[in-house]
């Protein structure tokens, strides 16, 4: 069994930052794609980011150029640091895994960090 867990989020004024991790632990083979999504009150789960395992990266056209996503392979983590946070980033971020577990694929959810942006 695979736990992700998430950090770092918190309260941040417009225009702030914050690095938000993402630790995978348990009986892990191989990672491959890591993932953020979001989910605002009252809207559906949106993608943000994902990184490959070479590294890869692709993100949502409303994070572009303010978010950066990188991962530490060594330690099974993934990071989101947020820059230029508007109040509409505010959300529920979450972190999604996807590997092998003793060869057997894994895909997994964290429970989530919130990321509140106001003044």
């Known amino acids: 069994q695979v736990q992700v867990v998430e950090s770092g989020g918190g309260l941040v004024q417009p225009g702030g930052s914050l690095r938000l991790s993402c630790a995978a632990s348990?009986?892990?083979?191989?990672?491959?794609?890591m993932t953020w999504a979001r989910q605002a009150p009252g809207k559906q789960r949106e993608w943000v980011a994902s990184?490959?395992?070479?590294?890869?990266?692709n993100y949502a056209d409303s994070v572009k150029g303010r978010f950066t996503i990188s991962r530490d392979n060594v330690k099974n983590t993934v990071y989101l640091q947020m820059n230029s946070l508007k109040p509409e980033d505010k959300a529920v971020y979450y972190c999604?895994?996807?590997?092998?577990?003793?060869?057997?694929?894994?895909?997994?959810w964290g429970q989530g960090t919130q990321v509140t942006v106001s003044s």
């Open positions: 990184i490959t395992s070479a590294e890869y990266t």
């Open positions: 348990g009986s892990i083979r191989s990672i491959n794609i």
């Open positions: 999604n895994v996807r590997g092998l577990s003793d060869y057997v694929p894994f895909d997994s």
